[in-house]
C-alpha cells in the first residue's frame, strides 16, 4: 500500500540527508520530488502547493551540530503533509448519526461518484457500521438503471438484516429515496443510505437528477465515493461532485490495492473536504475511519 509514494519521500529525503538546507541546493530535489509526486497520483496543483510547504519550511532551517538532517528533513516534511491532510475539518460519522437519534430525526447519507467505484458495496459497510452500534437502518436503491443493481442491493441486505427499498427498473430515483425516508419515519427506524447510480461528472441530465435526489431527501451527509485507483481522475471527479451538489466528505476505495497512494492527498486538498473513511477490502468491516496520522506513517518511510 502506498509504495510508489512511499520510496518517492524517502528518495527526497534521502537526497537530502548530506546537504545544507540551502535554496539552491533544495532545488534540484524538490523539482525531482514534484516530479515524484505527480507520477504517484499526486495531482500538479496539489503537488505544486506540497512543494511550495516544503520549501518554505525548509529553506535556512538550522540544524543543531549533533542533529541527524535526515530526521529533521523527515520530520518537516511530515508535519507539512499533516498540515495540508488536516486543513479540512473532519466528520465523525457515528456523531453524526447520534445527532440526528437525538433530534428525533432519521439520519439520512447519500452515496454519490462514478460508476464502478464500489458505491454499492460502500453503502453496505456503511450500513453495517450503523448496525453495528444499535442503528436501525434502511438501504435505498436509488440506482434504477444499472443492471443488477437492485439484486445487488437486495442480497447485501438480506446478509446484514437491512431492509431495502426499492421501485422498479426505470423508475424515478428521488422517488425511491424519498419512499425510503417515509419508511424510515413510519416505522421508526434510525438511518437511510441512499445508493445512487453511477454517474459521469459530465452528464448533466444524470447530475441534474442527483441533485433531486438531494433536494427531496436533504441529507445530513452527501458522500462521493471515489476508487483510489483512479489516481489523478479521482481529484477532478470529486471537484466535478462537489461543484455539482456540495459533497460533505469523501470515501476512497480499493486502497488496499493502490500502490501509489496520492488520491487521497488529491482529493482532501481539492475539495477541502474531509475523507471519512477509506475502503480496505471487500468484507463489510473493510472500512477504516480515516486519520492523517495513519496515512502519513505509511507515505513517509520510518
Known amino acids: 500500500m502506498f509504495e510508489k509514494l512511499r520510496k518517492s519521500f524517502q528518495s527526497f ?26 507520477e504517484s497520483d499526486v495531482a500538479l496543483p496539489v503537488a505544486e502547493e506540497l512543494i511550495d510547504r516544503l520549501k518554505k519550511s525548509l529553506v535556512g532551517l538550522k540544524v543543531g551540530r549533533f542533529s541527524d538532517v535526515e530526521d529533521v528533513v523527515k520530520g518537516t516534511l511530515k508535519k507539512t503533509l499533516l ?16 445527532k440526528a437519534k437525538e433530534n428525533g430525526e432519521v439520519f439520512k447519507v447519500v452515496l454519490v461518484g462514478p460508476n464502478g467505484h464500489g458505491k454499492t458495496l460502500t453503502a453496505a459497510k ?42 422498479r427498473y426505470g423508475a424515478d430515483p428521488a422517488a425511491v429515496a424519498f419512499d425510503a425516508v417515509s419508511h424510515a419515519k413510519a416505522r421508526g427506524l434510525h438511518a437511510v443510505i441512499v445508493d445512487t447510480a453511477g454517474r459521469l461528472q459530465t452528464d448533466r441530465p444524470l447530475m441534474d437528477e442527483m441533485r433531486k435526489i438531494i433536494r427531496v431527501v436533504t441529507p445530513h451527509l452527501v458522500l462521493f465515493v471515489g476508487d483510489a485507483l483512479t489516481g489523478n481522475d479521482a481529484l477532478d471527479q470529486a471537484e466535478k461532485f462537489n461543484s455539482a451538489v456540495g459533497i460533505n ?40 475511519p480515516f486519520s492523517p496520522e495513519w496515512l502519513v506513517e505509511r507515505i513517509v518511510a520510518s
Open 13 to 38: 529525503v534521502e537526497s537530502l540527508s548530506t546537504k545544507q538546507l540551502s535554496e539552491e541546493e533544495l532545488e534540484e530535489p524538490l523539482q525531482e520530488l514534484l516530479f515524484s509526486l505527480v
Open 126 to 167: 456503511l450500513a453495517k457500521l450503523l448496525l453495528s452500534n444499535s442503528y436501525t437502518t434502511v438501504l435505498a436503491c436509488s440506482d434504477t438503471f444499472r443492471a443488477g443493481a437492485e439484486e445487488q442491493l437486495e442480497e447485501h441486505g438480506r446478509k446484514l438484516g437491512a431492509r431495502v427499498v426499492k421501485h
Open 83 to 98: 498540515d495540508l491532510l488536516r486543513s479540512a475539518e473532519p466528520i465523525d460519522f457515528l456523531g453524526e448519526a447520534r
Open 249 to 288: 466528505g469523501s470515501i476512497l476505495t480499493k486502497l488496499d490495492a493502490d500502490a501509489k497512494g496520492g488520491a487521497a492527498v488529491s482529493i482532501i486538498y481539492a475539495t477541502k473536504k474531509p475523507i471519512l473513511f477509506f475502503g480496505v477490502g471487500q468484507g463489510y468491516d473493510d472500512l477504516i
